[in-house]
């Protein structure tokens, strides 16, 4: 499965296409958190998962979470609000710590690579 048709809700993949799977109701959506785990142009091309996402849900915080360098591409645009910063730098206790730091604070995924960084 395409990894932008999917996303993870409460420990459940669901089809984007066909969000009526999703056991917990898909329109209670209040927290987005859309990790882009790559270079500079894979940021870039997630913008239109972004402007999917406020245009599914309008209410919901939309917040994106990538490498340092990378996320200022984002910067100003409407449908984020904000945007977290991951050094590739970090020991492993820091990255332990960030990952506790956002664990269960949303209730929607999207990841927008399928690679071991995500």
């Not at 917040?63 to 590739?88: H, K, M, Q, W, Y």
Request: with cysteine; charged share 20%; proline share 4%.
């Amino acid at each position: 499965m395409n990894h932008f048709n999917t996303y993870l809700r409460r420990g459940r993949v669901c089809a984007l296409g066909h969000v009526s799977i999703c056991p917990h109701g898909a329109n209670q959506i209040n927290r987005i958190l859309v990790v882009v785990p790559a270079q500079l142009g894979d940021v870039l091309i997630c913008t239109p998962l972004i402007r999917a996402a406020r245009t599914r849900w309008p209410d919901a915080r939309i917040d994106v979470l990538g490498f340092t360098e990378t996320l200022d591409l984002l910067a100003g645009n409407p449908d984020i609000c904000a945007c977290i910063e991951v050094s590739r730098s970090l020991s492993l206790m820091a990255q332990l710590l960030q990952a506790a730091s956002l664990w269960r604070r949303y209730d929607l995924a999207f990841v927008t690579r399928t690679t071991d960084r995500a």
